[in-house]
Antibody
Framework: QLVESGGALVQPGGSLRLSCGASGFTFSTYSMNWIRQAPGKGPEWVAYVSSTGGIKEYTASVQGRFTISRDNANNSLYLQMNSLRAEDTAIYYC?????????????WGQGTLVTVSS | DIQMTQSPSSLSASVGDRVTITCRASQSVSTYLNWYQHIPGKAPKLLIYSASTLQSGVPSRFSGSRSGTDFTLTISSLRPEDFATYYCQQSHSNPYSFGQGTKVEIK
């Protein structure tokens, strides 16, 4: 399973680090993603990281502000979010790829809420 | 960027009904099209991948098909546990976009 944490209320321009703990599978063999869903909207893919952490991809709106990373020794995925904006307000999910680099999201967590507001 | 357009945005149906949801891609995504089910308070669930492959453990009443850039999710006989929001998603190219969702409600 996947369990996200770290969501909070943060002011515009602030920073936040989300975590995702994995269990029940060999975390180090799967590529991982962050996906978010703003209120009343469809989900939006945010970032991808390969199984080793060597390849990372981002959607354009977060490029340069967000950093995805992972710690395979501790079965954890992270999303460092800087320069937060109101439009970053969403539930953030971590999700496991079906197969390497498929960006087909086989397993999801239940999400953590990030609210950016003054 | 590839835009994914779902229709309808919502529908009302009864248990036992056949339900069809459509997703159109703004350009070719080949068969890189996936369908998800989301029940509020639960983690989203992968139903169909590669346009028509049923994910392991998903009931056979769910099926997917493709015609060019148009994709269809069909539930052959709606069950109470199927009332949810359904999303399509293209895994062809970055950004890996989703449709806006189709909410299936009880009639």
């Amino acid at each position: 399973q996947l369990v996200e944490s770290g969501g909070a209320l943060v002011q515009p321009g602030g920073s936040l680090r989300l975590s995702c703990g994995a269990s029940g599978f060999t975390f180090s063999t799967y590529s991982m993603n962050w996906i978010r869903q703003a209120p009343g909207k469809g989900p939006e893919w945010v970032a991808y990281v390969s199984s080793t952490g060597g390849i990372k991809e981002y959607t354009a709106s977060v490029q340069g502000r967000f950093t995805i990373s992972r710690d395979n020794a501790n079965n954890s995925l992270y999303l460092q979010m800087n320069s937060l904006r109101a439009e970053d307000t969403a539930i953030y999910y971590c999700a496991r790829d079906l197969v390497v680099y498929s960006t087909t999201f086989e397993l999801w967590g239940q999400g953590t809420l990030v609210t950016v507001s003054s | 960027d590839i835009q994914m357009t779902q229709s309808p945005s919502s529908l009302s149906a009864s248990v036992g009904d056949r339900v069809t949801i459509t997703c159109r891609a703004s350009q070719s995504v080949s068969t890189y099209l996936n369908w998800y089910q989301h029940i509020p308070g639960k983690a989203p669930k992968l139903l169909i991948y590669s346009a028509s492959t049923l994910q392991s453990g998903v009931p056979s009443r769910f099926s997917g098909s493709r015609s060019g850039t148009d994709f269809t999710l069909t539930i052959s006989s709606l069950r109470p546990e199927d009332f949810a929001t359904y999303y399509c998603q293209q895994s062809h190219s970055n950004p890996y976009s989703f449709g806006q969702g189709t909410k299936v409600e009880i009639k």
